[in-house]
């Protein structure tokens, strides 16, 4: 059973930054689809940013440019480094592993993290 557990969020304030973990507990994380979803209170849960197990990286259009995708196989850890967040990236983030496919549809995701709260105050 694979777990991912997500830190390093909280309380920011308008135009902060943070970085979001997840650390992956099994031995496939080099070679697996990586990604990072959110859900607003009152919203459906929507892509942020993935990356693939060769590299390439996928962004929603309201972070590009703000938000950076990366990993470390060295400790199975992916990152989301944010900046210049706004109030409405309010949300809880969660992290989620791919085995196959569209890796910015989540029903391509065979495991979550647990979400951890992003709460940027205006």
């Known amino acids: 059973q694979v777990q991912l557990i997500e830190s390093g969020g909280g309380l920011v304030q308008d135009g902060d930054s943070l970085r979001l973990s997840c650390k992956h507990s099994?031995?496939?994380?080099?070679?697996?689809?990586m990604g990072w979803f959110r859900q607003a209170p009152g919203k459906v849960r929507e892509f942020v940013a993935a990356?693939?197990?060769?590299?390439?990286?996928y962004f929603a259009d309201f972070v590009k440019g703000r938000f950076t995708i990366s990993r470390d196989p060295t400790t199975n850890t992916l990152f989301l480094q944010m900046n210049a967040l706004k109030p409405e990236d309010t949300a809880v983030y969660y992290c989620?592993?791919?085995?196959?496919?569209?890796?910015?549809?989540?029903?391509?995701?065979?495991?979550w993290g647990q979400g951890i709260q992003v709460t940027v105050s205006s």
């Open positions: 989620a592993a791919s085995n196959y496919g569209d890796l910015r549809k989540d029903d391509e995701y065979n495991d």
């Open positions: 099994g031995r496939a994380f080099g070679s697996r689809g």
């Open positions: 990356l693939s197990w060769v590299g390439d990286t």
